[in-house]
């Protein structure tokens, strides 16, 4: 039972690149989240997905997209990468709207 | 849009010593959730609180929830050296988002 796993851990982009951050939960959980968490500040809602095909906006989504691929995944793509969006990017997931389970994140640096 | 702020950003204390964060919403909440986050990992969960007035407690931790439901607080009595770390609320509206807290950072001084 691996939880929210995350991939890539570590990732490298020159401003202007295209990526895709990878997540996976085996807990069948309904709801997934993407955050980003800025250095010495909390976390920003990017996206979320209540349940397998719904997807919805949360505070700040400009320049990023999502797909919730199946129950199980949840991908977060940034289409033209800025140095702005140089963060740790963190996947979390949950049933009912309870207790939130995080992935190991995935720290991102835009040149 | 709703906000959620907390004080103190950080706070340093010598072991031993109590701890307290509090949690302020700009909205009224459904329900806060209260997170530890270690340097360097991910966010992990302590508690959900849901009720108006509602006080738990975990061993060292009593976590509190105000009567109007838009503010909260987390006390640790006694600090250890384990205990350092961000800590972080998220306020739920009764829909799925949950709006984090900027977070107070806890340094235990042995």
């Known amino acids: 039972n691996a939880g929210v796993t995350q991939t890539p851990k570590f990732q490298v982009l020159k401003t202007g690149q295209s990526m895709t951050l990878q997540c996976a939960q085996d807990m069948n959980h309904n709801s997934m989240y993407w955050y980003r968490q800025d250095p010495g500040m909390g976390l920003r809602l990017i996206y979320y997905?209540?349940?397998?095909?719904?997807?919805d906006k949360g505070e700040v989504p400009n320049g990023y997209n999502v797909s919730r691929l199946n129950k199980r995944e949840f991908s977060l793509r940034l289409e033209s990468a800025a140095p702005s969006q140089t963060s740790v990017y963190f996947c979390a997931s949950n049933e009912n709207r309870g207790t939130q389970y995080f992935g190991p994140g995935t720290r991102l640096l835009v040149l | 849009g709703q906000q959620v702020m907390q004080i103190p950003q950080y706070q340093h204390v010598q072991e031993g010593e109590d701890f307290t964060t509090y949690c302020n919403s700009s909205?009224?909440?459904?329900?806060i959730q209260w997170y530890k986050q270690r340097p360097g990992g991910h966010p992990v969960f302590l508690i959900q609180l849901v009720k108006s007035g509602e006080v738990k407690k975990q061993k060292r931790l009593t976590f509190q929830f105000g009567e109007a439901k838009k503010n909260s607080s987390l006390h640790i009595t006694a600090t250890q050296t384990t205990d350092v770390g961000t800590y972080f609320c998220?306020?739920?509206?009764?829909?799925?988002?949950?709006?984090f807290g900027t977070g107070t950072r806890l340094k235990v001084l042995a």
């Open positions: 909205t009224t909440l459904s329900n």
């Open positions: 997905s209540a349940s397998e095909g719904t997807t």
């Open positions: 998220a306020g739920g509206s009764g829909t799925y988002k949950y709006i």
